[in-house]
């Protein structure tokens, strides 16, 4: 069992502080489906965005157990699921990566700007064709004197409409596999790059999503992170980040949400006793408090082995199974316990189930998982 200590508490604490102005106007917002600029200024000076980086960068220094805390937190406070599904993917999907692979040049460039939240940051990973087959992409960079050219298109990038910086995962060789992948820093307003409108789509609909294309989109060979052909190196690192980290929010909004159940069943009356007293209705908010607690120990269980060296390539396709399931299964209760009035906007969990939904898709699906959690077995 983890236990916390001062420091960690305070930080925790501290964020949920900014909570209840962070959720203000979340359901006007999702309703129009934009990215609020008013609440991310709000998280910049929240000093979130800034906890696992090293302090040179302007960072706080803080371990992945400490920030999974405290982004546990954001999720139970913030109702405004797509503004902190954009914040965990800034954090992870370009400072993640540049701090752990990248040049003192590219972190001194780029670093202080992401632990600010001044340059916002997105990473281009899947296309269109190639799904969750990451090794089957298309989008190439070319080798050209000093300079690599990109060639290509990415969609399903969140916070793409917004984002100043964007790793960019490419094919360096076409018949490398593995080792023909490399990851790059590529700023919004390099010549080639056109990013597209943004995406409307069924949840998290503050956090902004877009496709990218590559018009022989040219840049220096400096910009690579890592070696050349380390790309799936990096990737492996920044998917069990961001699985920890984006799925620990969601086990504060299963916490907030179950909380809000057990209130509501013991105040709503119904055939002269409170629902609570129902077994059916019980049983609900029970198998939500497991679904809970068992997310909640695989995610800071598999961070606290991640820190220690050892594999958690199970461990972390577990840990991704349970949580977007269990947050899923909890948003569908909530509703169902909520009745008709769980149905209407107004209470906001409606849209707690349709963000949930996305859970069990984004980072690796659900069949992903499990042919990767039989795989490990030897089937």
Known sequence: MIRWNADQTALRQGIGRWCEALSAGDIERDAEGVFPQDKWKLIQESGILSLPFDERWGGLGQSLLTTMYVLEELGRGCRDGGLNFSVATHMVSSGVPLQRFGSQELKQRYLPGICSGETIGAHAITETESGSDALAMRTTATREHDDFVLRGSKSFVSNGPVAGLFVVYARTHPDGGPFGITAFAVERDTPGLVIGEPVGKMGLRTSPLSELHFDDCRIPASAAIGRVGSGFLVLDHVMKWEILCSFVINTGQMRYRLDRCVEYAKERIQFGKPIGSYQSVSNKIVDMQ??????????????????????????????????????????????????????????????????AVAGPIYSGTSEIQRNRIASMLGL
């Open 290 to 355: 497991i679904g809970l607690d068992t997310a909640r120990k695989w995610l800071y269980d598999t961070a606290a082995r991640l820190m220690d060296g050892e594999n958690v390539t199970t461990d972390i396709a577990v840990s991704k199974l349970l949580a977007s399931e269990s947050n899923l299964a909890s948003a569908l209760a909530a509703v169902q316990i909520f009745g008709g009035s769980g149905y209407l906007t107004e209470y906001g969990l409606e849209k707690d189930l349709r963000d």
